[in-house]
Each structure stands twice: as C-alpha cells, then as structure tokens.
C-alpha cells in the first residue's frame, strides 16, 4: 500500500514582515560585512549597450498613500533583447537584475538601468520592450508580480501578445512608465483603488 509522505509540501505563505529589508538589503539597514553591497543595487559593472535609463516610482496602497517598506526587484532583457545568464551574447556588462528598497521617507524607489529590447514570445511574436516586476511589503501574504512597460513604445505595445491580451484594455495604461522631461521614467504601483494595477498570477 502507497502512503503520503509529508515531504516537499508547499510551506504556506506569509508576509514578508517588517524585516525583508534586514534579510535582502543589509546594507541599506546600515548593516555591514554581509555584502560588499546590496544584491542588486547595481545593474552596470561597466560600459553597457543601448540606451541607459532610470526607472524611479513608489507603491501605493489602496487610499493611495505611499508605503514605505516596500521592496522592489526588476528582472530584464538587455537593449539587444537577450538575458544575463541565459544568452552567451548578452551585454557582460548588464546583470538584468535590479533590487531597491523604498526610500523609508519617501518610499520611492530607482532603477538605473537600460532600456529593453523586444523579446520574442512563445509563438514567435514580439513582445514589446518590458521589464518584470516582483513587488514585497508589510501585509503582502504573496509577492505582486507585475511588468513596466513603456509609453513612447506605442506601436510595440500595440503588437505585444501579453498587453492585447487584457480583457480591459483601458487598464493598459497602469503597466505604462511614463517618461519624464528629464528623460527618466516614472512607474507607481497602486496596490487596490481605481488605478489599480494589473497584476499577474505566475
């Protein structure tokens, strides 16, 4: 007879708590000697291709007021549309991969990155130029995934398979950064509320 075994079960979710920040980001906690520097605090080990952009923004909660112990972690192409580690033509000096703690006064956060190039989708289409989004905070049983794409991309975004794909095209615009006068991007996530953003269940 076949019995169960209590082993490699999914564990259960549970928020991040007040401490993700100690644990990912020591030494933006003033913590020192873990890590010469933050995983992902640094997206550039060098001269890079492309176009070199900043990403800055803030999440919201569902009144709209900004929280400021929220953690956010990017994962990207480079500008030619190849990823770190997986493609052996991608930029060595590019990571494709970005983490910023909120600023505890502000709750904003920054991404100095590169733009990204399209990548192509299952079926051979396009995507449009987008960054993946992985978002932890206080009260957030089980991490937000989300994607940035850009708003001067509009025939891209027009073509992309994930972006036609929503049933409410109207809310397109929540996965648009915006891009600045200073050339940079803003991106604000908004948790619940009328300018919620869309979210992904991977």
């Given at each position: ?13 549970q928020t991040a708590g ?90 904003a956060f920054r991404f ?37 794409y850009f708003d001067d ?50």
């Open positions: 007879m076949v019995q169960p075994l209590n082993v490699l079960k999914e564990s259960p979710s007040p401490y993700v920040h100690i644990g990912c980001t020591p030494n933006f906690c003033g913590i020192g000697g873990v890590w010469a520097e933050d995983l992902g605090a640094r997206m550039k080990t060098g001269p890079v291709q492309g176009e070199e952009i900043v990403i800055t923004g803030a999440v919201h909660d569902g009144m709209g007021m900004v929280l400021k112990d929220a953690l956010v972690e990017i994962w990207q192409a480079d500008s030619q549309g190849r990823f770190p580690g997986h493609d052996a033509e991608a930029d060595p000096n590019f990571t494709g991969f970005g983490r910023s703690p909120g600023d505890m006064e502000t709750g100095e990155t590169v733009k990204p190039g399209r990548v192509r989708w299952t079926d051979g289409r396009w995507q449009a130029p987008h960054i993946s989004v992985w978002i932890v905070a206080r009260g957030i049983n089980i991490g937000l995934q989300t994607r940035i991309e509009a025939k891209a975004n027009a073509e992309d398979p994930i972006l036609t794909r929503l049933e409410h095209q109207g809310r397109v615009r929540t996965l648009l950064a915006a891009r600045q006068e200073d050339g940079s991007y803003r991106f604000d996530v908004h948790i619940q509320g009328p300018q919620e953003t869309v979210f992904f269940d991977i």
